[in-house]
Nanobody, 125 residues
Framework: VQLQASGGGLVQAGGSLRLSCAGS????????MGWFRQAPGKEREFVAA????????GYADSVKGRFTISRDNARNTVFLQMNSLKPEDTAVYYC???????????????????WGQGTLVTVSS
């Protein structure tokens, strides 16, 4: 499956952005999906994940209560709503699909087999 992330941009601290991840080539409706991010000079880290059905979600402690992951299977798209953004949220954000269909959420990079190209989020102070 090919994934296309979009929605990044420049926002002031305290602001909001919504990222989208559209699947093409194959449906993502049967796959758990995740968002990861990589800040300059740092390793890529888990942000959020959602099961194939949407019934289960998981978040990194650093974004709990501020970010919400959701999916619209009819549109073959996953979203990441980011509120109360902080400068430390600045990173390239990547979406990814689980390696196994009908799986859960997962939070490790090895749980995910297909990756999008990333979208840059910059939060100014």
């Amino acid at each position: 499956v090919q994934l296309q992330a979009s929605g990044g941009g420049l926002v002031q601290a305290g602001g909001s952005l919504r990222l989208s991840c559209a699947g093409s080539g194959r449906t993502i409706t049967m796959y758990g999906m995740g968002w990861f991010r990589q800040a300059p000079g740092k390793e890529r880290e888990f942000v959020a994940a959602i099961s194939w059905s949407g019934a289960t979600t998981g978040y990194a402690d650093s974004v709990k209560g501020r970010f919400t992951i959701s999916r619209d299977n009819a549109r073959n798209t996953v979203f990441l709503q980011m509120n109360s953004l902080k400068p430390e949220d600045t990173a390239v954000y990547y979406c990814a699909a689980n390696t196994t269909p009908l799986g859960g959420t997962g939070s490790h990079e090895t749980d995910f087999g297909s990756w999008g190209q990333g979208t840059l989020v910059t939060v100014s102070s």
